[in-house]
Structures are given as structure tokens and as C-alpha cells.
């Protein structure tokens, strides 16, 4: 076996052993071992083996909008991402995904505004790594803005928009990345 084929079978054996190390943890490994790899090399195999770190299916919050009458939470639970939304205390609706995939995941959410003035209904969808795995209907919107609360991200310090809920909440896996693409609402005052 040349040197490239045994550095690639030594990463794959450590990264089985080491499921929470990424490709920098796993450099390390090697070049203790006296491998003479630089992290470059290393990681670009990481990459071509689609090797992922291994985290625990966290069970806590990822994001937040509340206030004391109403409000959203987007957070995973029972290896499921729910998006909760309370209105006003009145109703409360609850979309869950399917359940997650092990190891690295991208989340996504997209809202369907009905349109026709303020407080109408959405339709809102679940995204898993670009497959839809879960989808409901929100009969009712909030016909404004939430300025008593924060909009939390990996924590909710402050009251619990899930009815039960309990404060505060610490998010316990990673998060690479979050994107808030917000487009024009074609809301009207009717």
C-alpha cells in the first residue's frame, strides 16, 4: 500500500474510535503517532471519506422568539425537530420532523404566508439535510412585532414559550451556522 492509501485507512480506523474528534483532533492523533501529514491532507481525506463528527442528539433549544403572551420555538426533542408556535395563549400549534439522522445535520425552516393583512395563517415546513420531513399549518399569526422578549439562539434564558417548558435552557450540541433569510411580506391591511 503506497503512503496516501495507509494515512487514509488509519484516519478512517481513528475516526471510528474517536466519533467526537473532527479532522483537526484527528491530525493531532497522527502526527503523534509520528506521521509526518499536514492538516491540509488531512482534512481534504476527511472530506473524501465523508467522515462527520458523532454528537449527541441535543434536547434543548435552538431558537427563540417570545414574549409573555405568545411566541415560536424551534428546538429538538426525542431525537425530532418541533416547531412550536403559541398564540396569545389561545392556541398553540406543533409541527414535528421525522426522527434525525445521526451525526452532522442542516436544519431548515420555510414559512408560506397566506397573505391578506396581518394575523393570517402560514404554512411552515421542516427540512432535513434538504429533504422535507415535516410540514403543518399555523391557522393564526401574531399581527405584529415581539419587543418584550429576545430572539435567542442555543438558549432561553427567560420564560418558556412551550406550554410545561422549563427555564433556563442551554443548547448542548454545535452550531456551525444559522441563516435568516427573511423575504418581503405580501401582507395588506383588508
Do not use: C, W
Request: aromatic share 10%; charged share 30%.
Amino acid at each position: 500500500m503506497d503512503e496516501q492509501a495507509v494515512l487514509r485507512v488509519r484516519l478512517k480506523e481513528l475516526a471510528a474510535v474517536r466519533i467526537r474528534y473532527g479532522y483537526r483532533r484527528l491530525h493531532i492523533l497522527l502526527r503523534r503517532e509520528g506521521s509526518q501529514v499536514n492538516a491540509k491532507r488531512v482534512y481534504r481525506i476527511y472530506r473524501e471519506e465523508n467522515l462527520s463528527l458523532q454528537t449527541k442528539t441535543p434536547r434543548r433549544r435552538l431558537t427563540l422568539g417570545v414574549t409573555t403572551t405568545g411566541g415560536y420555538a424551534l428546538h429538538i426533542k426525542d431525537n425530532k425537530v418541533t416547531y412550536y408556535y403559541d398564540y396569545f395563549g389561545f392556541n398553540d400549534y406543533k409541527i414535528e420532523s421525522t426522527a434525525l439522522p445521526k451525526g452532522k445535520v442542516t436544519l431548515k425552516m420555510d414559512f408560506k404566508y397566506d397573505g391578506g393583512g396581518a394575523g393570517k395563517g402560514r404554512t411552515a415546513a421542516l427540512f432535513v439535510n434538504g429533504k422535507k420531513a415535516g410540514e403543518g399549518r399555523v391557522g393564526k399569526t401574531i399581527p405584529g412585532v415581539y419587543s418584550e422578549d429576545t430572539f435567542d439562539i442555543g438558549m432561553d434564558p427567560n420564560a418558556s414559550v412551550v406550554r410545561g417548558g422549563k427555564t433556563p435552557y442551554t443548547f448542548t450540541g454545535m452550531i456551525d451556522n444559522v441563516k435568516i433569510d427573511l423575504k418581503p411580506a405580501k401582507a395588506t391591511n383588508k
